[in-house]
């Protein structure tokens, strides 16, 4: 990425912060914090998550022998099917069937993926989005900036001033009751006017062909009960086998998204449907809305089946369903758990961290399924990597790795699979060339060692303005963000010289202590006061040379190197796993990355093996108290008073409490940080073209620990980067809390 680029990007993140932000994050965060509330309700959350991944893993399996069951379906019940290969096959279907009569819409991704308006107003139609939020979109000619929420961005008064500017009531719009009134009342008689109503379908049931639309609003059983001819726009991955299958998406999409416990409206429409459409007559009746609404009272006319074509999408989906990498987005029910759970997405929106379509932490697969990969690269940076996006998602996607794939392939500048990886390519010989700053960022291990071998001159030199300036414009470091200080002995050097303290046979258990990059040659000391904390509990303790997880280039993209960095750790850690010895992990990334990514990293039996025998430090410790240590033998806490900020991968992996009930057996008054990222994110902090926003995260948990409650306590984070950002934004240095247990 050029100079130029990285400041374009800044800049868009700066304005964007400044004008949607602040809308964004209090949207986002209400959302988030229902979805907490609502699926806490669910005794059975866990299993539903799996039985819906379960079908939407057999759907996709079977996709071909599915579509052509529905066609059948829809065919026998007088409907018609078109599959469309791609955008400009689906417009010239959908313009052919309209034919220039009045079009009313309701909310649809994929109508906004092929930009069906466009091509239907081209072809002399009038369309009209019925959803309140597409609908001040329209008018104000933007596009979502969410996939559930499409006008999240926007707060009342602006869309009063676009409503009050465009159509110039009588009375100035003010409030949202005035807003609102306005609108259904404009677009009542739209949808009278009508006679092609257009909807999506979030599922639609291969065996009776019913579509099942989750509406906030009821607009989508307008548009198809005003009008005689409905078209249904849906991507092929929308088909599941059966209307039973229906039960635990039900339950899941609303607390998913928006944190409602039940979807404000829920439509199953079995096309073509019998039921008369609206007439134009003035009779009785009058609805629940007094008379507000211009369809209430209408007479009916009873004018036989209604036409139904249903238009199925492929657009590069079937050659996502090929994609090992890529496939598992197709079980995407676009719930917006991803966006919502994302920080960097909570203060930016989807106008940053989305493409042409979509937006937040699968935007990356659907846009580079869909769009390609160029989409892609304009936003998917943005995902750090963090995973609290993989256990929101209510089919358990992997989101961070569908991300660090793609990110992977626009480094290699490649769009096929990963298959060559398995070769060993070195980053060297990878084609297309990776940006010099992912190099420098993915290499980290390297250049710690490096700058371990000649420190404190290599932390001299670096602070210098001359430094300083050259790395802000050849590799984009910012030059506001403080370089980490290397220390002149490593952790390994350290043990390597002092040995254990605890004879090997007499120990309660033996382990191997992880020394990941940082902490052997940067944070050297929560290293050290963690082999003294574990050997004060009877523990030998052994400290091999054991190098870089590979968190450092996977977070860039780079992923032969990671692979080869996990084969030399599991080779350096294989004798303390062979011998039956228990690894004690620092650094909560590493600990996520044996858990979750070495899946993907190493052979099956290998990376079990790590996974079922290592542990973060603080749980180990737990663990130890639990099973007869004395907590005697730790530091006491004599009720200092603490503010801890939990790391995110610690979150995900659900190893809080652990290091919570350590700190409190120790006579710690523990106050706990509710805010969920820190906004460093690694490298993610030190790059010119992220760095106010990642400070504008990171301003969320440092406001936190500012507040009166918290002003005098000791603040402790379990995570580098959560370190790193509380250290450049409070006053006081932050801690690791194994050093809190250290009583020397």
């Known amino acids: 990425m050029s100079v130029d680029d990285r400041r374009r990007k800044a800049e868009r993140i ?34 539903l998550k799996d039985e819906a991944r379960s ?27 078109y599959v469309a290969e791609d955008a400009a096959d689906a417009n010239r279907y959908v313009s052919e069937v309209v034919d220039g009569r009045n079009v009313v819409k309701s909310k649809s991704m994929t109508t906004e993926e092929i930009e069906v308006n466009d091509a239907l107003e081209a072809s002399g139609a009038e369309v009209w989005e019925t959803d309140l939020a597409e609908f001040v979109l329209q008018i104000a000619e933007e596009a979502p900036s969410h996939i559930v929420a499409p006008a999240i961005h926007k707060s009342r008064e602006e869309i009063a001033d676009l409503f009050n500017e465009v159509f110039d009531p009588d009375e100035p719009l003010e409030t949202a009751e005035e807003l609102t009134r306005f609108a259904r009342e404009y677009l009542g008689e739209r949808i009278l006017d009508a006679e092609v109503g257009m909807t999506g379908a979030n599922f639609v049931t291969a065996d ?26 849906a991507g092929v991955e929308k088909v599941v086998p059966r209307v039973e299958d229906l039960q635990p998406f039900v339950e899941l999409i609303g607390r998913s998204g928006t944190g409602q ?11 073509p449907g019998d039921s008369p459409t609206f007439g134009s007559g003035g009779g009785g009746g009058g609805g629940g809305s007094g008379g507000s609404d211009p369809l209430d009272g209408r007479e009916l006319e009873s004018g036989g089946d209604r036409e139904f074509h249903l238009v199925l999408i492929d657009n590069g989906r079937m050659a996502m369903r090929e994609d090992d990498d890529l496939r598992e987005t197709l079980y995407c029910i676009r719930c917006s758990a991803c966006a919502n759970s994302c920080a960097n997405f909570q203060h930016v929106g989807g106008h940053a961290f989305g493409g042409e379509t ?19 690269a304009e936003f998917n940076d943005l995902c750090t990597g963090c995973s609290r996006c993989v256990n929101g998602c209510p089919v358990k996607i992997d989101i961070p790795w569908i991300n660090t794939v793609v990110r992977d392939r626009i480094n290699r500048g490649t769009d096929g699979d990963l298959d060559f990886l398995v070769e060993g390519l070195t980053p060297d010989e990878e084609p297309g060339g990776i940006d010099l700053q992912k190099r ?25 303005d001359v430094a300083r300036s050259v790395m802000e414009r050849t590799l984009g470091v910012d030059a506001r963000r403080e370089l980490p200080a290397f220390e002149r002995e490593s952790l390994v050097e350290w043990f390597e010289t002092r040995g254990s303290r605890v004879d090997p046979e007499e120990a309660r258990r033996r382990v191997a202590l992880y020394p990941d990059a940082y902490t052997n ?11 003294r904390v574990l050997e004060s509990i009877d523990v030998h303790v052994d400290v091999p040379s054991a190098g870089e997880s590979g968190r450092a280039p996977l977070s860039q993209g780079m992923v032969a190197t990671a692979r080869a960095n996990a084969e030399a750790v599991y080779e350096a850690l294989s004798p303390a796993v062979a011998a039956g010895r228990d690894v004690v992990v620092i650094e909560p990334s590493d600990l996520a990355m044996f858990h979750r990514e070495y899946e993907r990293l190493l052979p099956e039996d290998e ?26 033998v730790l530091a006491d806490g004599n009720g200092e008073r603490i503010a801890y900020h939990s790391h995110c991968q610690q979150r995900t992996l659900d190893l809080e409490p652990y290091t919570l009930a350590v700190l409190e057996d120790c006579g710690f008054d523990v106050a706990t940080s509710d805010v969920e990222c820190c906004g460093m994110a690694g490298s993610f902090g030190y790059k010119s073209e992220y760095y106010e926003l990642s400070v504008d995260v990171g301003g969320t948990l440092a406001d936190q620990f500012t507040t009166d409650d918290a002003a005098d306590r000791t603040v402790v984070a379990s995570g580098t980067s959560c370190l790193e950002q509380l250290d450049a934004l409070l006053a006081r240095r932050p801690t690791h809390p194994v050093r809190l247990l250290d009583a020397r």
């Open 261 to 271: 416990d039940v979807t404000s409206y829920l439509s199953l429409l079995t096309p």
């Open 521 to 531: 040659y940067v944070r050297t000391e929560r290293g050290k006061a963690a082999v």
């Open 358 to 376: 979509y937006s937040g932490g699968i935007a990356t697969g659907w846009e580079a399924g869909v769009h390609g990969q160029e989409s892609a």
């Open 14 to 47: 700066r304005h964007l912060l400044d004008t949607e932000g602040d809308s964004v994050h209090e949207n986002t965060r209400v959302f988030n914090e229902g979805r907490y509330e609502s699926v806490a309700k669910l005794d059975d959350y866990e299993s």
């Open 607 to 632: 990376y079990t093996a790590l996974k079922e025998d290592s542990y973060e430090v603080m749980e180990y410790v737990y663990g130890l108290l639990e099973n007869g240590a004395s907590v005697d």
């Open 208 to 233: 009776t062909g019913t579509l099942a639309l989750v509406t906030s609003e009821g607009n989508a059983r307008k548009c198809v009960q005003a009008t005689n001819t409905h078209v249904a726009v």
């Open 440 to 464: 420098l960022f993915g290499n980290f291990d390297a250049l710690a060692r490096l700058g371990s071998a000649f420190a404190p001159l290599s932390n001299r030199v670096a602070r210098t």
């Open 55 to 81: 079908i939407k893993e057999d759907a996709i399996e079977r996709l071909p022998e599915l579509l052509d069951r529905l066609t059948e379906t829809i065919e026998a019940n007088g409907g018609t099917v």
